[in-house]
């Protein structure tokens, strides 16, 4: 019997499915690789949405029920397995991981807690917004850095359509920290804010005064300073308020607290300032970083061979830099390639396998408002170095973005009819969700 045939089948676990983990579990299910004796998908959620489209199922421009993608349906069409739960704590000696209870909404324990085994995990849970122990951010503020949570803003942003279009308030939503989420969440604030004049009484309750507060210099920090500067141009001729170098102190229930003790009114306040990964990270006894990031190497491994880490809760520097890449869907995009290349060559390795180690491409960065504008930085390879598109351009290629990214879930004619029912829906169903 040759070596290759003495390789035992692995059972690879992911836990996360967000864009890394979803890509990862499909990729691997649909190979059939005889290396791969399973492929198993945990998440504590039962369906995905494309991180970069929650601000939209936040305002309620998208159709959550469209554009999710339930882990079920999808693992029985790429031939892996899905378990709901929450990871919370990992046993390396017997690999394992142990999921906390599974409980209902009225305090029922639905499923208890269990483990599950593994020859290969990868970590790919993503990260959460960051609070910096903020006083009464968890208490006074939403955050959209999930499914449930955007939809859960989305169902209080339309109760307070409701109570202002039968009492005539006027709603201010402050929205903290001006990265892509916030910036891009005003705008399809304004976009709903516009679309609901359409439907009679409701358009008088949705004229929001919306004010967007960033901590450092420039909105967009991590763009060039001219998309930084358009940017904010837009939004003001929106009617968004921009404060710039303005730090939250303290949320309230009715405001936010700046520093010097200024006060912001907010009916509503959404905290978009900064990311971190989950806590539970830091206590499985592997590096990580303070955002909770576990540190990886240069094939995604973490300090135990078995288990490696992909997306915004993985910290990877390149060679050469002196920052970790950053927390994007491009990044997660990259590190789910690369794994889905390795792990069947490391798995049908009779001895240690080691890749060539991950490369990053940077293909710049693209901010959508709405349906008003876009922009975006061009990176610096090949034939581009540099430089910056807007307008049409780039609302395509924002487009095309998540149009890839569903093509890799449910290949290229599926999903190409899937973008052809969303335009068929743009066009026959209403442009808010008003349920």
């Not at 489209?53 to 999710?68: F, S, W």
């Not at 849970?125 to 208490?139: H, I, K, M, R």
């Not at 229930?253 to 912001?264: F, I, N, P, T, Y």
Request: a neutral charge.
């Amino acid at each position: 019997m040759g070596a290759q045939e003495q390789v035992k089948a692995a059972r690879v676990l992911v836990v996360g499915g967000g864009v890394a983990g979803v890509e990862i579990a499909s990729a691997l299910g649909k190979l059939g690789d005889p290396h791969i004796a399973s492929v198993t998908l945990v998440d504590a959620d039962s369906a995905h949405v494309w991180k970069p489209m929650l601000h939209t199922i936040a305002a309620g421009t998208r159709d959550l029920a469209q554009q999710q993608t339930t882990y079920l349906a999808q693992a029985a069409d790429a031939n892996f397995a899905y378990q709901p739960g929450a990871m919370s704590a990992l046993d390396r000696e017997s690999k394992e991981i142990i999921l906390d209870p599974i409980v209902s909404m009225d305090g029922r324990q639905v499923v208890p807690a269990r483990r599950i085994s593994y020859d290969k995990l990868i970590i790919a849970v993503g990260s959460g917004a960051n609070d910096f122990g903020t006083p009464g951010v968890l208490e006074h503020c939403f955050m959209i850095d999930s499914r449930r949570k955007a939809d859960d803003f989305n169902s209080e942003i339309r109760l307070r359509m409701l109570r202002g279009m039968t009492g005539g308030e006027t709603l201010q939503v402050a929205i903290v920290g001006a990265g892509a989420t916030g910036v891009e969440l005003a705008a399809e604030l304004v976009q709903l804010s516009e679309s609901a004049e359409a439907y009679g009484a409701l358009g008088k309750a949705a004229k929001f005064q919306i004010v967007l507060i960033e901590a450092g210099a420039r909105i967009l920090p991590s763009f060039p300073e001219e998309i930084s500067v358009a940017t904010q141009k837009r939004l003001e001729t929106l009617g968004v308020k921009v404060l710039v170098n303005r730090r939250v102190q303290a949320a309230r229930a009715d405001s936010l607290v700046l520093d010097g003790e200024e006060l912001v009114p907010a009916g509503l306040s959404v905290w978009a300032a900064g990311v971190k990964a989950p806590d539970f990270l830091s206590t499985l006894g592997l590096p990580t970083n303070r955002g909770n990031q576990l540190i990886v190497n240069d094939d995604l491994q973490t300090a135990d061979p078995h288990i490696y880490a992909v997306g915004d809760c993985a910290s990877y520097t390149l060679p050469g830099e002196t920052h970790p890449l950053p927390p994007t869907a491009q990044v997660a995009h990259q590190q789910a390639r690369y794994l889905i290349e390795l792990l069947p060559k490391v798995l049908s390795s009779p001895h240690p396998y080691t890749g060539k180690g991950f490369a990053y491409r940077d293909f710049g960065a693209l901010v959508s408002l709405s349906n008003y504008d876009a922009y975006g930085s061009l990176g610096k390879f090949g034939l581009f170095n540099g430089g910056v598109i807007r307008g049409r351009l780039a609302m395509l290629s924002h487009i095309w973005l998540y149009r890839s990214h569903q093509a890799r879930l449910y290949g290229f004619w599926r999903g190409g009819l899937l973008w052809l029912v969303d335009l068929m829906n743009s066009r026959l169903r209403p442009t808010i969700r008003l349920d």
